[in-house]
């Protein structure tokens, strides 16, 4: 995500650091050349000659100039300035009872899908949602809803067939409530492919009849300046309280979500930053700041890391790696483990410097046919490796739709990789063994 944007405000800020002193014309070619980065990214044009004034006043001070180390300075001064366009401070959700959420946007911005991520996310924050659907107009809109409940087992609301009037359903859905366990109550609204009055008076009776304590605007980051423009249409009528950024992770210019905290006054409260259902997160102005300044984000790659392996996991890989005990079944178990932690590339860009390291991608295919090679050997050939013969090999190529060729090479690297943890073991025992004669 926001690759373009990274790649050309890295350069800048490389060429400002390299630098032992820093002029007013450095700042000022520096700004010029930010500011064209911003618009190339697809920033609303006020958005960006806004911020880069704020940038430029602090970045000219006497104090900054005169520093020690005035290019890092300055790009401090840009990541504080680029966390408070993003929104400051995480903006978490009002859960006030009787909790009610209103899902608004235009069609295909991933409304009901979003819908859906939220309650998965509030269930697992020991929340109890329940899912109702308010989209009389797009056919299987209540279907698709139902079926995303059933994946992650939360109640759906369904309207009867033929309903025709929204404010009825949200009236039926409020007394069908009352009989459930869920505390939280999110609405999936219809939405049209542009902003209309129709939709938007719609949605304002519903609204005003359901009194919500949050209403969350959904928008597709990769539409960048119209999103922006819906963005400004919907708050005009509806007040919302914050929005949802969804297709985060493949939008590479970013306008969109660095422009509409600013032309909104509403905060960026979830993102969505995949296809799956747990691929949603909360917004971070300040973690997304250095991840599109190449300083990485470690605090979120922890979270993940922690949600998707236990201590105990952990510490049990970490001895059977140190005494080289490990084998395939432990190999399936670690490759298991970071598919949990999303799409690779998104991992990286967690890790700072890595980010947006030129031409370089995951080759998601490779990383399924090694997993395909696995899968195919039988448990007793996972393990112990050292079963795998030539007819072996060639039967585990034919299993898994590769060649041979493609067999020996990850059987060879494991070995390598088996060899190489066996020998740092040995050398760790030599150095306590060392140690220990000379108490």
């Known amino acids: 995500m926001f690759s373009l944007l990274s790649d050309k405000l890295q350069d800048v800020f490389k060429n400002l650091r390299g630098q032992g002193q820093i002029s007013e014309a450095n700042v000022q070619e520096a700004m010029r050349a930010v500011r064209m980065a911003l618009l190339e990214a697809d920033v609303e044009f006020s958005v960006a000659k806004t911020f880069i004034a704020r940038v430029k006043e602090k970045?000219?001070?006497e104090a900054v100039l005169r520093s020690v180390t005035p290019g890092q300075q300055i790009v401090k001064i840009f990541h504080e300035e680029l966390t408070t366009l993003l929104g400051g401070n995480e903006a978490p959700l009002n859960l006030a009872a009787p909790a009610r959420i209103l899902i608004v946007g235009l069609n295909g911005a991933g409304k009901t899908t979003s819908s859906a991520k939220l309650a998965n996310w509030l269930k697992k924050q020991g929340r109890h949602p329940l899912l109702i659907a308010c989209d009389l107009y797009r056919p299987?809109?209540?279907?698709?809803?139902?079926?995303?409940?059933?994946?992650i087992n939360v109640p759906v609301y369904r309207p009867n067939a033929g309903e025709t009037n929204v404010l009825n359903v949200a009236q039926e859905a409020l007394e069908w409530a009352k009989g459930q366990t869920g505390n939280i109550q999110i609405f999936d609204t219809a939405g049209r492919q542009e902003?209309?009055?129709?939709?938007?008076?719609e949605v304002r009776l519903l609204k005003e009849l359901l009194q919500p304590q949050e209403t969350l605007l959904v928008v597709d980051a990769a539409t960048g300046q119209q999103a922006v423009?819906?963005?400004?249409?919907?708050h005009e009528v509806l007040q919302i309280t914050g929005l949802i950024l969804t297709k985060l992770d493949g939008d590479a210019r970013g306008g969109a979500a660095l422009s509409m905290r600013e032309v909104t006054q509403r905060p960026i409260k979830f993102a969505g930053v995949g296809e799956k259902?747990?691929?949603?997160?909360?917004?971070?102005?300040?973690?997304?700041?250095?991840?599109?300044?190449?300083?990485?984000?470690?605090v979120s790659l922890v979270e993940k890391a922690s949600e998707a392996i236990t201590e105990a996991d952990a510490k049990r890989m970490e001895e059977r790696f140190r005494r080289a005990e490990f084998d395939f079944n432990d190999f399936l178990e670690q490759f298991k483990m970071l598919r949990k932690l999303g799409p690779l590339e998104n991992i990286l860009a967690m890790l700072p410097g890595m980010g947006n390291l030129k031409d370089f991608s995951v080759d998601e295919k490779q990383l399924k046919r090694t997993e395909a090679i696995v899968l195919s050997m039988t448990p007793a050939e996972r393990g112990n490796p050292d079963l795998l013969n030539a007819r072996r090999r060639q039967r585990i190529a034919r299993g898994s739709g590769v060649s041979v060729t493609d067999v020996n090479d990850l059987v060879h690297r494991f070995g390598s990789m088996r060899k190489m943890m066996k020998n740092m073991g040995q050398f760790k025992k030599m150095m306590m063994k060392s140690q220990r004669q000379r108490l």
């Open 229 to 234: 423009s819906v963005a400004k249409r919907f």
């Open 195 to 201: 902003v209309d009055e129709a939709l938007l008076e």
């Open 140 to 151: 299987a809109a209540v279907e698709q809803l139902a079926t995303l409940g059933r994946q």
């Open 277 to 298: 259902l747990d691929q949603f997160e909360p917004f971070y102005p300040e973690r997304l700041a250095g991840r599109i300044l190449g300083m990485g984000d470690i």
């Open 59 to 61: 970045a000219l001070g």
